[in-house]
């Protein structure tokens, strides 16, 4: 990295963090420091929103994602905008009408407080393990790429995001998560047109899309039904939903940002404008993962984008092998530009037969460089530990740090912090909000002043960092990283979501027979993630039914609570 690229990483970083923490110095009372004190205007939380879901793994891992497998992840967020209609007609008039400070408090006036408290803790396990992985995703990436020390990065990140979230609360997130949504929005932006603007002469926007629907990435929507398969339209629209109601109307993470609005109007068009708004940037991140792939059609790839990994292979006896598949793959690369540029010249002079002709020999050329990946992953998998990583989470890094001109690496990596921090700040302020309000609270010290319990939520919030700064260090990745992280979701989200389904729409049930319907549904949801092949996103769905229709099976059976 140059001088400069430095200066604008630090200083971006600088400036976000400081300014939230000088707006919000003053914060000591308990509704400002855990819901805002409700001055929030609706842009302000449709930022803080799309920024908490929008963590480093998103912009790291979901190019990588369309750089392997195409477009067709958008699938996973064509649920959302629906969720977002429902939850602004149904949750946010109850959690108003109430004046929670978190979402599971409703459940212990609508049920008991043992399903109010198994929510929450349900809630406190799956977001303090997945805030480890946001904080290793972009830690470890950064250490293969740019040879920063792992440990190094990952306190870096933790503690900068502890600190501002202790100074300021709900209040320093949102600051701080506006400025850091520009910068990200920009920087991807500015990513796709420098990545057409270095394709050859002859190849622009056009010409790049017609490169990338000959190799199948522009495969958007999937209308077969399988529900084995991951990303189609029928599990996004079902299962994408049920996640998106339970991610977004039922984890303090998210209802915390928008339960600091001015008024239910306020919170509900924070709400839309996150319906309306995170397909298109999910759209554009992609496009630019698909970019970067019709890039590499024309300049040569590395064989493994891991060079941390690859290095290791090197180091070894296998030195010789890698090299031969190194010149191997250099050849195919060349038969593959090749057959590219043909591709190219066909489709400008609208030569239909030669367009064919030219995609048919792309394809085999793709077949080889496959064969030639899978022996290079062997090696990679032997000489690392046993560990089998998806070097596709850091493909877009990769490009970013050895093609992009100086000042923009430094942008693009803020662009990466920006969301680490933005996400994890959420993720702080949750978790100490939920443990304060539905444990400590309601069942330690029920009575004590409004300034014990924020000095309570700050102590809470730096135990929630350590402790995801330990699982971070600590932790391994599963399969990719993006991928990872919803399926985490969706093991515990169906469960949730059930109990606040239940909660809404079934007068007739009570809380003894949902909260055992619950524990049941846990149970399964662990056993089906374990012994099938079932797509995760449809855990949500199944969760959403098992506690409700176990609930209706149970509750006749057992009786009421004295």
Aim: with cysteine.
């Amino acid at each position: 990295m140059s001088g400069l690229d430095w200066g604008v990483l630090i200083g971006t970083i600088a400036f976000i963090v400081l300014y939230g923490v000088w707006k919000t110095r003053k914060t000591q009372q308990m509704s400002a420091y855990l819901r805002a004190d409700n001055t929030e205007r609706w842009w302000m939380m449709g930022l803080s929103i799309m920024a908490t879901q929008a963590s480093a793994i998103t912009f790291l891992s979901t190019p990588g994602q369309a750089f392997d497998d195409g477009m067709r992840f958008i699938q996973f967020y064509f649920g959302l905008p629906l969720a977002m209609v429902v939850l602004s007609i149904t949750a946010i008039p109850i959690y108003y009408r109430l004046k929670v400070f978190t979402a599971y408090e409703y459940l212990e006036s609508r049920f008991d407080l043992k399903t109010r408290s198994l929510a929450a803790l349900l809630f406190l396990l799956q977001r303090g393990l997945s805030t480890g992985i946001t904080i290793y995703a972009p830690a470890i990436i950064l250490t293969a790429i740019l040879g920063w020390n792992l440990t190094a990065t990952i306190l870096f990140i933790g503690v900068v995001v502890t600190f501002y979230t202790v100074v300021g609360g709900t209040k320093a997130v949102s600051q701080t998560q506006r400025l850091q949504m520009a910068v990200m929005l920009g920087g991807m932006l500015a990513a796709a047109i420098v990545v057409v603007r270095l394709l050859p002469a002859n190849v622009g926007f056009p010409e790049a899309m017609a490169v990338a629907g000959t190799s199948g990435k522009l495969n958007l929507v999937d209308l077969s039904f399988d529900p084995n398969d991951r990303y189609n339209l029928w599990s996004g629209l079902i299962g994408g939903f049920f996640l998106a109601l339970s991610y977004f109307g039922t984890d303090q993470s998210q209802v915390g940002r928008y339960l600091g609005g001015e008024t239910i109007a306020q919170s509900r068009l924070g709400l839309l404008m996150n319906g309306l708004v995170k397909v298109p940037m999910q759209f554009l991140i992609l496009l630019v993962g698909v970019l970067v792939f019709v890039f590499y059609q024309f300049y040569a790839p590395p064989l493994y984008f891991n060079q941390q990994q690859a290095s290791n292979v090197l180091a070894s006896e296998a030195a010789p092998a890698w090299r031969d598949l190194e010149i191997s793959s250099q050849q195919i690369f060349q038969e593959k530009k090749a057959a590219t540029l043909a591709l190219v010249e066909a489709y400008q002079t609208e030569n239909k037969p030669g367009e064919e002709q030219a995609a048919h020999r792309m394809q085999q050329a793709e077949a080889k460089r496959k064969e030639i990946r899978q022996e290079a992953q062997l090696l990679v998998k032997t000489y690392n530990q046993g560990t089998d990583l998806k070097d596709t989470d850091y493909v877009f890094l990769t490009f970013v740090t050895q093609q992009l001109p100086r000042g923009l690496v430094g942008l693009l990596l803020a662009v990466v912090l920006c969301a680490a921090m933005g996400s994890t700040a959420s993720a702080f302020n949750s978790l100490a909000s939920t443990t304060v309000v539905d444990v400590y609270k309601r069942s330690l010290r029920p009575n004590a002043s409004d300034g014990h319990y924020v000095r309570a939520s700050r102590w809470f919030t730096v135990g929630w960092g350590a402790v995801s700064i330990f699982f971070a260090l600590f932790a391994s990745q599963l399969e990719n990283l993006i991928q990872a992280v919803n399926i985490l979701g969706s093991l515990f989200y169906g469960t949730i979501l059930g109990i606040f389904i239940a909660a809404f729409y079934f007068k007739r049930l009570r809380g003894n027979a949902v909260f055992w319907a619950a524990v049941l549904t846990q149970i399964i949801i662990f056993l089906l993630y374990q012994y099938t092949s079932i797509a995760y996103l449809w855990y949500n769905l199944i969760g959403t039914i098992l506690v409700v229709s176990l609930g209706f099976l149970l509750q006749p059976l057992l009786r009421k609570p004295a």
